[in-house]
């Protein structure tokens, strides 16, 4: 009975010993996770291929500069697993969705994974991996909610987290210690109401595009109001799906009636087509486009709010490339718009932001030594007596103090492209090619705001005809507006200064922002959502950007060699 007493606690001790084994294993010890990963972090701190579970560790460049300020402690889990905040960053995650992101970037898939196969005893590999993977995704996405996916410079995809102007790794701290992992991410989002549009307006098409299967509208003769036609209800019924359609009150599917035209021409206003209610070629290809596309559309171009700066300005003048429009915007609200004609297609307007500084009235124009041999140059062989006719004067180079020739004494045949050294000035008067009034804002591109002589230019639908600079519809309203509160200065009096053929140059005293911009989709302040062509083709190299994923080089069975 004795010796079956002792083998008794003999058994119980040795259950004890095991059960205390595991429970000293179930917790890791803090100094050695923090060892850990400052080991981890410091032995690919060098490594561009730095990989956790086979993604790529985007932010390298912050990793360090976050843990290091915080000692090493582990921020997403702690000795005994996942801590709640994780939940809270794979909300956030998810929710990048919304802003025409994919949560797949951000490790979503694998951050998932690894918290169902957590188990105790804890893994220290699994949950250091996690611990980096949850930091990688953060920066990234706060990385990119604050400056775009893609570096509109370059069209590449930015990869590599390394945002100074964000300071992540700061941002990442405090948004730990307020608990606010989700609010911090949103705090980044573009706070335009014009991003938060296209926001609601992708959502929208998404679950059109699920639920609406109309097959494209086949080609045929043009329709309009009072025809009869087969195609009749397809184009009633892709109308009516893209709220175009306000009633139909019609009982005969193939005849075209008054609801049909009141929608295509709301379609074709939207579209930026001419409105003329009739259903042509290019009205029955926009009607084609398939939603997939449309969606893309808009993705690309919640990307380019990500670009701009979140501040606009109290007042600001915004040129929309693609949709040929210069607004003034003052307060959030529109004062004036107005038509202008941009860059061809092989000279485009470039995309930046500045500041609007001075104007000159009956301004002359030195003529870019690019457009004087590609344009000019060929016009003067072609007319001997082309430079007096159009009031160019002509001189020895681009000095300051250079000499003004005789255009008759040279022999324009000799003048080739490269042996071109004058510098051409049209002086001011109608026959200038910027028109009365020039609006300048110092840049890099040489681009700038003027007037026209060829009014009849903004009769077009579509106005690419342009060098690079921007010709105003309504340059007189335009310098009015600029120029109140400067004692003088009115519509009158501009037009005065005008009919003068004196040359003034005007500073401002209250500098104005200006953007110029490249939308082909944007919501209008009714709501109402517009689309436009890609007149410079930026769309598709802009699409294949945002389809590229983080490389992912490192297959599972190297997964070991990269701790």
Same mark, same amino acid.
């Given at each position: 009975?004795?010796?079956?007493?002792?083998?008794?606690?003999?058994?119980?001790?040795?259950?004890?010993?095991?059960? %205390?084994? !595991?429970? /000293?294993?179930?917790?890791? =010890?803090? +100094?050695?996770?923090?060892?850990?990963?400052?080991? *981890?972090?410091?032995?690919?701190?060098?490594?561009?291929?730095?990989?956790?579970?086979?993604?790529?560790?985007?932010?390298?460049?912050?990793?360090?500069?976050?843990?290091?300020?915080?000692?090493?402690?582990?921020?997403?889990?702690?000795?005994?697993?996942?801590?709640?905040?994780?939940?809270?960053?794979?909300?956030?995650?998810?929710?990048?969705?919304?802003?025409?992101?994919?949560?797949?970037?951000?490790?979503?898939?694998?951050?998932?994974?690894?918290?169902?196969?957590?188990?105790?005893?804890?893994?220290m590999q699994t949950l250091v991996d996690l611990e980096l993977l949850c930091t990688d995704g953060f920066l990234?996405?706060?990385?990119?909610?604050?400056?775009?996916?893609?570096?509109?410079?370059?069209?590449?995809?930015?990869?590599?987290?390394?945002?100074?102007? %964000?300071? !992540?790794? /700061?941002?990442?701290?405090? =948004?730990? +210690?307020?608990?606010?992992?989700?609010?911090?991410? *949103?705090?980044?989002?573009?706070?335009?109401?014009?991003?938060?549009?296209?926001?609601?307006?992708?959502?929208?098409?998404?679950?059109?595009?699920?639920?609406?299967?109309?097959?494209?509208?086949?080609?045929?003769?043009?329709?309009?109001?009072?025809?009869?036609?087969?195609?009749?209800?397809?184009?009633?019924?892709?109308?009516?799906?893209?709220?175009?359609?306000?009633?139909?009150?019609?009982?005969?599917?193939?005849?075209?009636?008054?609801?049909?035209?009141?929608?295509?021409?709301?379609?074709?206003?939207?579209?930026?087509?001419?409105?003329?209610?009739?259903?042509?070629?290019?009205?029955?290809?926009a009607l084609n486009v398939p939603l997939e596309e449309r969606i893309r559309q808009i993705e690309l171009n919640?990307?380019?709010?990500?670009?701009?700066?979140?501040?606009?300005?109290?007042?600001?003048?915004?040129?929309?490339?693609?949709d040929y429009k210069l607004t003034i915007v003052e307060n959030h609200q529109k004062v004036m718009d107005m038509?202008?004609?941009?860059?061809?297609?092989?000279?485009?307007?470039?995309?930046?932001?500045?500041?609007?500084?001075?104007?000159?009235?009956?301004?002359?124009?030195?003529?870019?030594?690019?457009?004087?041999?590609?344009?000019?140059?060929?016009?003067?062989?072609?007319?001997?007596?082309?430079?007096?006719?159009?009031?160019?004067?002509?001189?020895?180079?681009?000095?300051?103090?250079?000499?003004?020739?005789?255009?008759?004494?040279?022999?324009?045949?000799?003048?080739?492209?490269?042996?071109?050294?004058?510098?051409?000035?049209?002086?001011?008067?109608?026959?200038?090619?910027?028109?009365?009034?020039?609006?300048?804002?110092?840049?890099?591109?040489?681009?700038?705001?003027?007037?026209?002589?060829?009014?009849?230019?903004?009769?077009?639908?579509?106005?690419?005809?342009?060098?690079?600079?921007?010709?105003?519809?309504?340059?007189?309203?335009?310098?009015?507006?600029?120029?109140?509160?400067?004692?003088?200065?009115?519509?009158?009096?501009?037009?005065?200064?005008?009919?003068?053929?004196?040359?003034?140059?005007?500073?401002?005293?209250?500098?104005?922002?200006?953007?110029?911009?490249?939308?082909?989709?944007?919501?209008?302040?009714?709501?109402?959502?517009?689309?436009?062509?890609?007149?410079?083709?930026?769309?598709?190299?802009?699409?294949?950007?945002?389809?590229?994923?983080?490389?992912?080089?490192?297959?599972?069975?190297?997964?070991?060699?990269?701790?």
């Amino acid at each position: 009975m004795g010796a079956t007493r002792n083998i008794l606690f003999i058994l119980i001790g040795f259950i004890c010993s095991v059960l %205390a084994t !595991l429970s /000293a294993a179930a917790e890791l =010890a803090p +100094e050695s996770f923090e060892s850990h990963l400052r080991q *981890r972090i410091a032995q690919n701190q060098a490594n561009q291929l730095f990989a956790c579970q086979g993604e790529l560790i985007c932010g390298i460049a912050e990793l360090p500069r976050f843990y290091s300020n915080r000692s090493y402690q582990p921020a997403w889990v702690n000795t005994t697993g996942p801590l709640p905040r994780l939940n809270d960053l794979i909300s956030g995650i998810r929710h990048s969705e919304h802003e025409g992101l994919q949560p797949e970037d951000y490790h979503l898939t694998t951050i998932q994974t690894l918290l169902q196969e957590i188990q105790q005893p804890l893994d220290m590999q699994t949950l250091v991996d996690l611990e980096l993977l949850c930091t990688d995704g953060f920066l990234l996405l706060a990385s990119h909610l604050a400056a775009g996916r893609v570096n509109p410079e370059t069209i590449h995809s930015k990869w590599i987290v390394n945002n100074p102007k %964000a300071q !992540l790794a /700061a941002l990442l701290q405090k =948004a730990i +210690e307020t608990d606010r992992i989700e609010a911090s991410l *949103r705090m980044l989002i573009p706070p335009h109401s014009g991003y938060q549009t296209l926001g609601d307006a992708l959502a929208r098409y998404r679950r059109l595009a699920k639920s609406f299967s109309g097959s494209p509208i086949p080609p045929g003769s043009k329709l309009r109001k009072g025809n009869r036609d087969q195609r009749v209800q397809q184009i009633r019924e892709r109308l009516d799906a893209l709220g175009d359609l306000e009633s139909d009150r019609m009982s005969e599917p193939d005849l075209f009636g008054e609801e049909l035209e009141a929608a295509i021409l709301r379609f074709q206003k939207r579209h930026g087509m001419k409105a003329d209610g009739v259903v042509g070629k290019r009205t029955l290809a926009a009607l084609n486009v398939p939603l997939e596309e449309r969606i893309r559309q808009i993705e690309l171009n919640m990307e380019r709010w990500r670009w701009i700066p979140h501040d606009l300005g109290e007042r600001y003048l915004l040129v929309n490339i693609a949709d040929y429009k210069l607004t003034i915007v003052e307060n959030h609200q529109k004062v004036m718009d107005m038509k202008v004609v941009v860059g061809r297609n092989y000279r485009h307007t470039p995309v930046f932001s500045d500041v609007m500084q001075y104007l000159v009235i009956n301004p002359y124009w030195n003529v870019p030594t690019s457009i004087a041999v590609k344009d000019i140059l060929p016009r003067i062989k072609k007319d001997e007596t082309y430079l007096r006719k159009m009031n160019f004067k002509v001189f020895a180079s681009w000095d300051e103090n250079a000499a003004e020739l005789d255009a008759a004494s040279i022999d324009w045949s000799e003048i080739t492209p490269d042996s071109f050294g004058f510098r051409l000035r049209q002086e001011a008067g109608s026959a200038n090619a910027l028109g009365r009034i020039k609006f300048i804002f110092p840049n890099r591109f040489a681009v700038y705001l003027h007037d026209t002589p060829s009014k009849n230019l903004f009769k077009q639908t579509r106005r690419g005809f342009s060098s690079g600079c921007i010709r105003l519809e309504k340059p007189i309203d335009l310098a009015a507006y600029l120029l109140q509160g400067q004692a003088g200065w009115t519509n009158a009096s501009i037009s005065a200064a005008i009919d003068s053929r004196d040359r003034k140059v005007l500073p401002l005293k209250a500098k104005v922002g200006i953007h110029l911009l490249y939308w082909t989709a944007w919501v209008d302040k009714s709501g109402t959502l517009h689309f436009r062509d890609d007149i410079y083709e930026r769309d598709l190299p802009l699409a294949a950007a945002l389809k590229e994923r983080p490389l992912r080089m490192i297959r599972k069975a190297n997964w070991g060699n990269m701790s």
